[in-house]
Each structure stands twice: as structure tokens, then as C-alpha cells.
């Protein structure tokens, strides 16, 4: 087992064309450079570290198995931040009920409200729409275009802008809602 | 207008450095969207930045490999659908044959089978008379479909080892 830094911003492109196939270390390279951004993709999209190393390592053996080559880094990274939001967003529709039901009779001391900011911040996040996650992380954390985030999450990119509007909205909303909300110096 | 607007990345980026330009300044107070984006790319700037450690991801290596092994058993299953598909069919067949046989001679086997039972035995009378009742055509099929039902029986078992 190997450390990787959590988070590392990425930029996304278009789906695969095998022309060269990628080679263990070639892969290796290519995981190193993209895994942390996808795990905190993933866990923050679930808010659940095991579901998100499941997640990881289910996108990678999609991955592989659609024989990458390895000629342009961007068409790969693409390709496996829409393979994540897809697997993410199957989980989401199979987990629906069961996730709904297990908040309601979970514990007070252990429901992820439990007064600090990073379960507020945590709790603020997860009370969007999958899609809306998705979006605002993409645009702001990934720092992808529309046309990347469209290509992503599987919508056409002029409807992006209005999405993103929204949900940029509706997190405003929340925050301020709940006290959370920073101050803009402009 | 549904294009970016192609401020919005500048915005982000100014929030987040707070390194803002009069025209930025400007551009967001006459833009929607990037207001929108100015309000909350502070907060997902710090959400994003909470959880900055060092997370153990699954080696490589190891993903590589299973996916290697996923691979290969996924070409086995795709090698061994014809065969699986004969089998399915051989067992339809078989039982079919079964089916009409033993509706064609029900009585007729029922009858061979009591000539087996204790009390024809203790009359001493199960062998000849038993063989008699039944002709050697449906004797010869009853061997035939038991043997096919045994064989296939055995290839399933010995493909799946």
C-alpha cells in the first residue's frame, strides 16, 4: 500500500480510442497522478471513505478494462472522472431507500451532525443533490470547464450553466441558512 | 446565454488567492453567474481543504493485477459460453425425452417397476415376467436417455473443475 495526496486538482477530456495499450507502469504513473482527486471526488460525492475505496478501485478496473493507451493523459483522466461520477451516481440510485431509512434510526451521537465545522461543512455538502455535488466540485475543486463537467455527468454542456447556477444558489442559500456562509472581499 | 461566462475561472481563482482587479471587481457586479461563483468558492475552497491529508489509496500493483485476473476470468466465461449453451440445451433435451417417455409407457413402466416391488419378489416372479412386460425398444431408450443423462452430468462436472 502506497500514501497519495488527497485531493489533487485534475482537468478532464474526451472518451478512449485505444492506439497504444498502457503498461503496468505506465498505469502506475497515471494512477499516481489521478487517484487522490478521484478518492476525494468519490468520498466527498458519498461522504463514505470505505464506499469511496471501493468506488476507486471499481473506476480503475473499468478502466483498465476499457484497454487505455496511453496517448493523452486528458482523454484518460476524462474518461475515468465520468466512469466515477457514473459509478457513484448507480450507487446512489441502488443505496436510495437504505440510506434514507439508516439516517432516521441512527444515533444522535453518531449522525454526522455533531457540532464541529467539518461535520457542518460535511452536513451542508451532503444535504445537496448528488448532481449538485458533483457539479460544484468539478467546477470548483477539479476546476474543469462546462464542457468537462457535461462530459462527467452525462448532460449536455449548454445545460451546465444553469445547473451550476443553481446549485451554486442553493448552497449560498444553505450556508447563510446555517450560519456558514464566508465573507467575499471584493 | 448558455456559454461560460469566461470570467468565471478568473473569479474562482481570485477568491480563492484573494487576488482581486478592479475589472474582476467590475465584471462580477454585472454578472450573475459570477457572483454565484464568487459567493461560494470561498467555502468550497475551505470544504475542499479540510480533509488535506495523506489518504492510503489501494496500490496500483495490486488493482493492476486483479484487474489482469478479472480480465482473463472474464475471457474464460466469454470461451465457455458456447459450450454452457450446448449443456443447457443437452439438459432441455434430455428431459424433454424423459417427459415424453415416461407419458408414452407410463403404465407400462409403472407396471415393470411393481414387478420389483417385495411382494413379487417373494413370488419369485420379478425377472423374466418383469423383462417381458416391457419392450426392448423403451428398455433400450431408458438405457440410452439414463447413459445421456449421466454423461452430461459428468461433463458439467468435469468443465467446471
Known amino acids: 500500500m502506497s500514501a497519495m495526496p488527497f485531493g489533487a486538482a485534475v482537468r478532464t477530456a474526451a472518451p478512449l480510442r485505444p492506439e497504444r495499450s498502457m503498461d503496468e507502469a505506465a498505469f502506475e504513473a497515471f494512477y499516481r497522478k489521478t487517484a487522490g482527486g478521484i478518492w476525494a471526488y468519490i468520498y466527498r460525492m458519498t461522504g463514505d471513505a470505505a464506499m469511496a475505496d471501493d468506488l476507486l478501485q471499481k473506476t480503475f478496473f473499468k478502466f483498465l478494462r476499457s484497454n487505455p493507451s496511453i496517448a493523452d493523459d486528458d482523454h484518460l483522466r476524462r474518461y475515468v472522472y465520468k466512469t466515477a461520477t457514473n459509478l457513484v451516481f448507480d450507487h446512489f440510485r441502488e443505496t436510495k431507500r437504505d440510506r434514507a431509512r439508516a439516517y432516521e434510526w441512527m444515533p444522535a451521537e453518531v449522525r454526522p451532525d455533531r457540532g464541529d465545522l467539518r461535520h457542518d461543512m460535511a452536513r451542508v455538502f451532503a444535504d445537496l443533490k448528488p448532481q449538485e455535488r458533483a457539479l460544484l466540485w468539478l467546477a470548483h475543486v477539479e476546476g474543469n470547464s462546462h464542457e468537462e463537467i457535461a462530459e462527467a455527468i452525462g448532460v449536455k454542456a449548454k445545460s451546465i450553466k444553469v445547473m451550476l447556477f443553481r446549485a451554486r444558489k442553493r448552497l449560498g442559500e444553505m450556508l447563510t441558512k446555517k450560519g456558514l456562509a464566508p465573507e467575499v472581499t471584493r | ?161
Request: charged share 15%.
Open chain 2, 1 to 161: 446565454m448558455t456559454t461560460e461566462c469566461p470570467f468565471e475561472p478568473n473569479v474562482i481563482d481570485a477568491v480563492t488567492s484573494d487576488a482581486w482587479t478592479e475589472s474582476l471587481r467590475a465584471h462580477v457586479a454585472s454578472c450573475d453567474d459570477c457572483a454565484a461563483a464568487a459567493e461560494v468558492a470561498p467555502w468550497m475552497a475551505r470544504f475542499s481543504g479540510i480533509d488535506a491529508r495523506e489518504h492510503i489509496l489501494p496500490d496500483p500493483a495490486v488493482l493492476w493485477l486483479k484487474a489482469k485476473l478479472l480480465q482473463t476470468s472474464a475471457a474464460v466465461e466469454r470461451a465457455s459460453l458456447p459450450i454452457t449453451r450446448l449443456q443447457i440445451a443437452a439438459y432441455l433435451i434430455i428431459a424433454a425425452c424423459w417427459a415424453a417417455l415416461l407419458t408414452w409407457k407410463s403404465s407400462a413402466l409403472q407396471a415393470w417397476i411393481n414387478h420389483f416391488s417385495p411382494g413379487h419378489m417373494i413370488l419369485g416372479a420379478a425377472g423374466a415376467e418383469a423383462t417381458a412386460s416391457m419392450s426392448l425398444t423403451v428398455l433400450l431408450a431408458v438405457a440410452i436417455l439414463a447413459s445421456a443423462t449421466v454423461g452430461v452430468a459428468m461433463h458439467t462436472i468435469l468443465a467446471e473443475e
